[in-house]
């Protein structure tokens, strides 16, 4: 089974247009992320759920906007994308009660912005 | 606030040869720091972590990493190398169990035959 998931895992798009990436945890973690990884492999974070509440926001456009319909899921949403948004996007979960356990990381979702 | 930093963003070893890659940290408090390994078109795969328990940490695939409190290091080593090594490591910290991690900027691992 597969413990984080996204999809999709390519997205080929135009500047302008409003794309989602949708994430999905089956290991009951209570917390969700989103990185963002450039073309030199540096991961930085973008947004932390816990619980349903946004919890962090470093400094991100306001064009990307995380939406939770649960506690199992984060969604990506981009609007108006820029050739600067093309990267690789990873969602992480992570049990943040118990101890300091690690994150999990979904596959990952490519986006590339024509 | 947490950093990391990864000395050498790229390391080339010969198969059979000893591993090392470096990570040095930078925190206020005792951290919590991990070794991730990602593969090509693939997600991040956690290696190993420390947790203030052991200060050397066994992981997978014969990895081992030594929390030096004095040096704020957390090198990355494996006696042997082996093919499918080769790959992207990071490091990472985070100061509490609520935090997300913060990660270093990569070391790629070649490993030559």
């Known amino acids: 089974d597969t413990a984080v998931s996204q999809t999709p895992k390519y997205l080929v798009t135009q500047m302008g247009n409003d794309k989602s990436i949708k994430c999905e945890q089956n290991?009951?973690?209570?917390?969700m992320y989103w990185y963002k990884q450039d073309s030199k492999k540096f991961l930085k974070i973008m947004f932390s759920y816990n619980n349903k509440e946004l919890i962090i926001n470093e400094t991100v456009p306001n064009r990307f906007s995380p939406k939770s319909p649960d506690k199992a899921h984060l969604n990506l949403h981009i609007n108006s994308l820029e050739l600067g948004d093309s990267a690789v996007y990873f969602c992480?979960?992570?049990?943040?009660?118990?101890?300091?356990?690690?994150?999990?990381f979904g596959p990952g979702t490519r986006l590339t912005v024509t | 606030a947490q950093s990391v930093t990864q000395l050498g963003s790229h390391v080339s070893v010969s198969e059979g040869a000893l591993v090392l890659l470096r990570c040095n940290y930078s925190s206020s408090v005792p951290p919590y720091l991990f070794w991730y390994v990602q593969y090509p078109n693939q997600g991040l795969q956690l290696l190993l972590k420390?947790?203030?328990?052991?200060?050397l940490v066994k992981g997978i695939n014969d990895f081992e990493a030594e929390f030096k409190k004095s040096e704020t290091s957390f090198h990355l080593t494996k006696p042997s190398a082996h093919m499918s090594d080769a790959a992207e490591y990071f490091c990472?910290?985070?100061?509490?169990?609520?935090?997300?991690?913060?990660f270093g900027k990569g070391t790629r691992l070649s490993v030559i035959a």
């Open positions: 420390y947790t203030s328990a052991a200060t």
């Open positions: 990472a910290v985070s100061l509490s169990g609520n935090t997300p991690l913060v």
């Open positions: 290991l009951g973690h209570d917390t």
């Open positions: 992480a979960s992570r049990q943040t009660t118990g101890g300091p356990h690690e994150q999990y």
